[in-house]
């Protein structure tokens, strides 16, 4: 059973005055919410017939398409999170290197793993961005990029372990 109860005024506790109930949340836009605030946040998951594969790559190459965020205030500041895992194809000492790439540029989001014993290597990439002069309504996006460090054992974004998302969340600048 559900019970309404509906009033315009409240009555303080001594019985001295009333308490008026107004909407206290209307006319509130991003513009008024304090330096700070979360405005926004949005997850995705990378699909599985986006990814390229291995690569051999001396070079920086996309690895899983790209997604497009559309930025909501003027001078926010981003907290991109991507997580995924960085694999070798054999168990022998090279360097492998992933990227995270926001309208082309790097903002210092970048892994590498050398190793022989560990041929996954799970990364977290969590950075917070507030140099990106952000104007509402533009449109930015991220890739996740792979090179390796060998011409002949190849580096990849693994999907086994756990499948590649990315969290962005705007903040108020």
């Known amino acids: 059973m559900t019970s309404k109860l509906k009033t315009d005024v409240l009555e303080t506790v001594s019985g001295?005055?009333?308490i008026a109930l107004t909407n206290q949340l209307s006319g509130m836009t991003h513009a008024s919410v304090p330096a700070g605030s979360l405005l926004k946040t949005s997850s995705f998951v990378y699909p599985a017939a986006n990814f390229v594969g291995d690569t051999t790559s001396a070079s920086f190459i996309n690895m899983g398409g790209s997604l497009s965020y559309t930025v909501?205030?003027?001078g926010s500041a981003l907290r991109i999170t991507h997580r995924f895992t960085l694999a070798g194809s054999v168990a022998t000492s090279y360097w492998r290197y992933a990227r995270v790439l926001i309208?082309?540029?790097?903002?210092g989001m970048d892994a590498a793993q050398h190793s022989q014993d560990n041929l996954y290597l799970p990364v977290t990439?969590?950075?917070?961005?507030d140099s990106l002069s952000l104007t509402a309504g533009q449109v930015i996006v991220i890739q996740l990029q792979a090179k390796s460090g060998s011409t002949t054992h190849n580096t990849r974004i693994y999907q086994s372990n756990h499948t590649?998302?990315?969290?962005i969340q705007e903040i108020k600048g």
Do not use: C, H, R
């Open 72 to 74: 909501v205030n003027t």
């Open 16 to 18: 001295s005055g009333t």
């Open 125 to 129: 990439i969590d950075q917070y961005i």
């Open 164 to 167: 590649p998302s990315l969290v």
């Open 103 to 107: 309208d082309g540029v790097s903002y």
